[in-house]
């Protein structure tokens, strides 16, 4: 930030000289404290998440190189150029002029050599002796303070310091001033958030200890905004005095409290002191302060094995804050870090699925579906009883083992998963990659399907006459199964590209209807939008016999386990009422089943669930309450995958089997259970 500051001031004092340096430093601090502020109280500090972790190291190593660059010239006593050129100028220069440094080098250069010496006895000792690192760690810090003094008759001292707060007044902030650094605005902000929020983010994460960012940007703020009234400049957080800190043992705030007293006794006491500080080792100071911000070589290689794409970025960074200027740097880094992340949601790719069926195996022994091990091998009557099934990629794109052939769910129903969301910017490329897909691994329904012959589209040109259709073997299109496991939100536009393509798709199909499945839908405002757009329910036939087409398979859970007193209870009432049934059976006063079907779709949904606890599935009955995990007017909402793909086979079965028949008896348990759920009310959801 002190590099940024002194850039601004510099530029300010090349075009209006008449204003002094210390004004344009305590405006831009009012400004920039004020906007950061007005960030956090809105609770809007998550937006320093968009500034990647490739940006923050490539800003903290141009940022420690360029700083380390300007400081050679004082430590050698070269003069004659400026220091604040861009980077590579200035490396220039100093070769140019190498051979005119002064003793000021010997100097500077020997109290680098004692700084880095120090600092690795100082490390060799806390490694081998543990239990003395606190004592070992503190002196560290003293010894920059020392390196300070250890230069005689240097040929360059420091400035001349006034005691006390000679600039305290109120800032001078007017249209003109502001002009003149309003470009600088942007990235003196994002200097301020990256290095406070990256250093607080860095400690909380070593010291178990969570932030909150919007309450660090009031922090920030708040601190700039008050600092220019005593003739402050722009202030944020220090990752070296941090990082100092955090060694020598520091676990509150109050340190800050000691830290300004000491400086407060510094400015009031030790201002002479400070001219015979030599420019030379001052230099030597901050080149060993920053040398540590700049990132190692392991860390780097350690950016390339997970994600060789932020590598360049980092160096994109590096190099342009090199050869242009800190702010370019900052605004590279940032700018293409948000290009790849809209790359990846721009071009995201689905993938389609396949059944592969697995088994857990602990050592030697098998685990069952319930979690026991089987010491026995798999029965040959039963191998199903400790499978399970998975859905891989069919080009094992997520690294799964290659010898794997993951099976096709069945003939025309494909399972598709989304990868990154479903939103408006993908949501073309998601559905056009499907499509193209389905086309060329099915076929047609009926190539002579179109009402008239100038429906047909001009590009498709349609079987030949007395011709046998090509790709008679490929299956019809029967079923689509969208895997929404990464998707939390839809909007309008997604929704619109998926009713277009279901209407497409309709249309190849025809006569047929395509039916789509969702599964793992794990957001309700997601749900609620699909369910608006007409998806979740079977789409009716020409012929409008969806519920004879139709077989329903819905997920149930038991509630409260087989031994809590709900059950109990639960069990109780229902022996009552199957008692109840008995008699009025033989009394011969039982209504027909055709009342009874009327009855139940009048009533609630207890009815239906008392259905499934009585079926033949639990046994004519189960000592814990069964419930259904999704809404019984969606049933083609699905848990899992699983659930989803029972449903869509089922449901193509039946289809097949209506087409053979060509009539649905009224008596049959499917049509039955679907008049009931149709007429139940539109908001009943039973859920776990």
Not at 584 to 611: I, M
């Amino acid at each position: 930030m002190s590099t940024i500051t002194g850039n601004v001031v510099n530029k300010a004092q090349d075009t209006n000289p008449e204003i002094p340096a210390h004004v344009i430093a305590s405006a831009l601090a009012i400004i920039a404290g004020a906007i950061i502020c007005f960030i956090g109280l809105v609770r809007m500090g998550r937006i320093v998440d968009f500034i990647s972790l490739a940006a923050i190291s490539a800003f903290m190593t141009g940022s420690a190189i360029n700083i380390s660059v300007g400081q050679v010239p004082a430590l050698m006593g070269i003069t004659g150029f400026s220091n604040r050129e861009a980077t590579y100028k200035v490396v220039i220069n100093i070769l140019k002029h190498l051979g005119r440094s002064k003793r000021d080098a010997a100097m500077g250069l020997t109290a680098l050599f004692f700084l880095y010496l120090v600092r690795s006895l100082c490390n060799f000792g806390a490694r081998r002796m543990p239990h003395l690192g606190w004592s070992i760690v503190t002196i560290a810090p003293k010894k920059r303070a020392n390196s300070l003094f250890l230069a005689r008759y240097p040929e360059t001292y420091g400035a001349d310091f006034s005691q006390g707060f000679k600039n305290a007044a109120v800032p001078t902030i007017d249209t003109n001033i502001i002009k003149i650094f309003a470009s600088e605005i942007p990235a003196s902000i994002i200097v301020l958030l990256i290095e406070h929020i990256a250093i607080a983010k860095s400690f909380g994460r070593v010291n178990n200890y969570t932030i909150d960012p919007s309450q660090e940007m009031v922090a920030i703020g708040v601190t700039n905004l008050l600092g220019p009234f005593l003739g402050a400049y722009p202030a944020t957080g220090s990752f070296s005095r941090t990082a100092i800190k955090s060694k020598a043992g520091v676990r509150t705030p109050f340190a800050g409290v000691i830290t300004a007293v000491v400086v407060l006794l510094a400015i009031y006491a030790l201002p002479a002191v400070f001219f015979y500080i030599p420019n030379s080792v001052l230099s030597a100071v901050i080149i060993h302060a920053v040398g540590d911000l700049i990132t190692p070589p392991n860390i780097v290689y350690q950016f390339w094995r997970v994600n060789p794409i932020e590598v360049i970025i980092f160096f994109a960074g590096v190099f342009v804050t090199i050869f242009s200027s800190i702010e370019n740097g900052i605004y590279t880094t940032i700018c293409v870090s948000v290009a790849v992340l809209l790359f990846r949601v721009l071009f995201a790719k689905g993938r389609f699925v396949g059944k592969v069926k697995v088994h857990s195996v602990v050592g030697d022994h098998i685990v069952d579906g319930d979690g026991k091990f089987r010491d026995k091998p798999l029965d040959p009557q039963d191998p199903d009883k400790a499978a399970r099934n998975i859905f891989l990629p069919f080009e094992h794109g997520d690294g799964s083992n290659p010898q794997i052939q993951p099976q096709s769910p069945y003939p025309g129903i494909f399972i598709y998963r989304f990868s990154e969301g479903y939103n408006y910017p993908n949501a073309n490329h998601y559905l056009d990659h499907m499509v193209a897909t389905i086309f060329k691994q099915t076929r047609r329904t009926n190539a002579h399907s179109y009402p008239r012959l100038g429906d047909r589209p001009w590009n498709d040109p349609g079987p030949s006459r007395g011709r046998i259709e090509e790709h008679s073997d490929k299956p019809t299109l029967k079923a689509i199964i969208l895997d929404f496991s990464s998707v939390n939100n839809v909007d309008i536009t997604s929704v619109q590209h998926l009713i277009d393509v279901r209407n497409q798709l309709d249309r190849y199909a025809s006569p047929d209807k395509v039916d789509w499945h969702l599964a793992c839908i794990n957001n309700r405002w997601t749900k609620r939008a699909l369910a608006s757009a007409g998806f979740g329910f079977p789409t009716p036939a020409n012929d409008g016999n969806v519920m004879e087409r139709w077989k329903p398979i819905f997920s149930v859970a038991e509630l409260g386990g087989q031994n809590s007193a709900a059950a109990a209870a639960e069990y109780r009432e229902n022996a009552r009422e199957l008692k109840r049934q008995r008699t009025k059976d033989a009394e011969g006063r039982r209504p027909s089943k055709d009342s009874n079907t009327v009855e139940s779709a009048s009533s609630d949904s207890n009815d239906f669930v008392q259905n499934i606890a009585d079926s033949k599935a639990y046994g004519g009955g189960v000592s814990s309450r069964v419930v259904v995990v999704h809404g019984l007017n969606r049933p083609l909402f699905h848990i899992d995958l699983t659930s989803a793909l029972q449903s869509a086979i089922a449901n193509a079965e039946r289809r097949g089997e209506y087409e053979a028949k060509g009539v649905v008896d009224d008596d049959d348990d499917d049509y039955l259970l679907f008049r009931l759920i149709t007429n139940l009310p539109t908001y009943l959801i039973v859920v776990t």
